[in-house]
């Protein structure tokens, strides 16, 4: 099991975890300073709370992203090489491949939601025809961002650890082929040696 998809599975899951604290969570917005001086409560206000237009699109973003979130770990369980289920290396380089995709997927419909909504509240805070209560960033929305970019990381750390289980060492063996042509050449040489005009001795010789 290779450091890099050990890497990338603490990153997925861990920003799979976050994305699931900040769609959960109350805090998206909260009343500001001068507000809460006044009044001396803080007003929270997450993405339950009512059903604004802007709200529904950022509650439909994340719940993309924590779904997506979570077929990834599952894609990233069965992906990695540690594990018995998924099938071959090359069909394990596929899903953790996949992993990946879902993963950076998951980070970016994350990132949108939470910017979008970001957004609103910086529009309507500096916005001084605006006299309705205004508010500030909540710890959800960088809790979504945190989340959003562990998710991205992995994502990416999982496309590129399938480079890994391309490389396979290739041996070459060619030791019969070697064998085989020295003991041709040791052959020919004798065969070199023995053949020529054979000398032949008659009785007269010795006379």
């Known amino acids: 099991m290779s450091m890099a998809q050990i890497s990338a599975l603490v990153c997925g899951v861990g920003g799979f975890g976050a994305l699931v604290a900040a769609t959960t969570s109350n805090e998206w917005k909260v009343t500001t300073r001068a507000s809460s001086v006044i009044t001396a409560t803080w007003v929270y206000q997450g993405l339950w709370m009512n059903c604004s237009g802007y709200i529904q699109a950022c509650r439909g973003l994340m719940i993309a992203a924590v779904s997506l979130g979570f077929f990834g770990s599952i894609f990233a ?14 069909a394990k380089a596929k899903l953790a491949c996949l992993a990946g995709i879902v993963f950076i997927l998951s980070g970016l419909c994350s990132m949108t939601g939470c910017s979008l909504y970001a957004n609103k509240i910086t529009t309507e805070f500096f916005d001084p025809l605006f006299m309705e209560q205004k508010y500030e960033l909540g710890a959800a929305l960088f ?65």
């Open 143 to 207: 809790i979504g961002w945190a989340g959003a970019s562990l998710c991205i990381i992995g994502g990416v750390i999982f496309c590129f650890s399938i480079s890994d289980n391309n490389k396979t060492p290739s041996y070459t063996y060619n030791g019969p082929t070697s064998v085989t042509s020295s003991r041709t050449k040791y052959h020919g040489e004798g065969d070199f040696k023995t053949t020529g005009p054979s000398k032949q001795f008659d009785k007269n010789a010795y006379v």
């Open 77 to 90: 369980l069965f992906g990695m090489k540690c594990t018995k289920v998924g099938g071959s290396e090359k």
